[in-house]
């Protein structure tokens, strides 16, 4: 059975006071059987796309677990990328001086999620404290909550979930809890793992969002509508994910916040509702609507874009 983690309330005998855990290391899902998407539109990890002018996904990532660490005050965890290998593989080193960064391709094509996890911890402290994430997600808000909840109940579990009860692709777990993995084949962590779990004792509970949306990055609109938030646009933490409503009518560029800074965008181009990342160039009367322009793509003169990804091997690819 799994239980939802309460609401933690004011409690006489002083629980309430105490320390929040450790938290070891962070693994950030990069990969997975079938890319995304997204990911076949842009050819590249989403993890290295640009959300804003300042920020890519994996920085937001690097941003919610130092803002995690300082106020739960705790040691910053190490971080490991898996990805699937080529060609969705960091194309340069994925780094921040806060953290110690580790990129790894997924050890067996054919393990599933938790035969992953169980193959790149296998070499961890059984008691060690793993927070495992979709990488593919933009986080708005702060996931303190999430270590207060482990911390009040001590699972081996703690499957963050969505006001509306969708899986917000945040887990906390020991890593003793991947034992139950076998060493070989395919296992699932949502139909596989944690059913074996539950039906070997193991106390697994659920957590849901108070103070952080888990925006999906698994399409074009996904991402512009992230990148929306990562920009400014306002966020309500506990209501429904926004949605792309009428496009305002075109005019020149006048939002720069999600063009990059070495971005070239000529003049009199439009665009509107998208991303131009770096090292991109938009060129003279080329209009840009609700489309990514990756890291060194090109829009040539004149050329209208539409709900499109551009990348920088190849033209634009209609979205699916």
């Keep these: ?14 629980e309430d006071d105490k320390s929040l855990p450790r938290l070891d290391s962070c693994i950030l899902l990069a990969g997975g059987l079938v890319p995304s998407p997204l990911a076949k539109l842009t050819g590249q990890l989403t993890l290295e796309l640009w959300l804003s002018a300042t920020e890519t996904v994996f920085g937001r990532w690097c941003d919610v677990l130092d803002h995690l660490a300082l106020s739960a005050g705790i040691d910053h965890p190490s971080i490991r990328v898996v990805h699937s290998g ?3 593989e960091p194309t340069h080193v994925l780094a921040d001086d ?7 391709a997924e050890p067996d094509e054919f393990r599933g999620p938790a035969g992953v996890l169980r193959d790149v911890t296998k070499d961890d402290n059984p008691d060690s404290v793993i927070l495992v994430a979709e990488a593919a997600r933009y986080i ?3 996931i303190t909550q999430l270590l207060a909840d482990w911390s009040e109940h001590e699972p081996d579990v703690l499957v963050a979930r969505s006001p509306d009860g969708t899986p917000a692709g945040i887990t906390l777990m020991r890593a003793s809890a991947l034992d139950l993995v076998p060493e070989t ?12 779990c539950i039906e070997r004792g193991l106390d697994i509970r659920t957590s849901t969002t108070r103070n952080f949306m888990p925006f999906p990055l698994r399409t ?7 990148s929306s938030i990562a920009s400014g646009k306002p966020c309500p933490i506990t209501e429904r994910q926004p949605v792309l409503g009428r496009m305002n009518p075109i005019t020149r560029t006048e939002d720069k916040s999600r063009i990059a800074e070495d971005a070239k965008v000529a003049r009199d181009a439009v665009v509107a509702d998208a991303v131009v990342m770096p090292g ?4 003279p009367g080329a209009i840009v609507v609700r489309s990514l ?3 060194g793509a090109l829009v040539p003169e004149g050329d209208v874009v539409v709900d499109t990804v551009v990348a920088a091997a190849r033209k634009g690819v209609p979205a699916g």
Excluded: H
């Excluded at 059975?1 to 002083?14: E, L």
């Excluded at 084949?185 to 074996?196: A, C, S, T």
């Design 1 to 14: 059975m799994i239980r939802q983690a309460p609401t933690g309330g004011n409690d006489p005998s002083g």
């Design 86 to 88: 080529p060609p969705y």
């Design 98 to 104: 806060r953290f110690e960064v580790r990129t790894m």
């Design 140 to 142: 708005a808000g702060t």
């Design 185 to 196: 084949g395919f296992m699932d962590v949502k139909e596989q793992w944690l059913p074996r």
């Design 220 to 226: 074009l609109e996904q991402f512009l509508v992230a």
């Design 280 to 283: 991109a160039k938009v060129g």
């Design 293 to 295: 322009v990756c890291p």
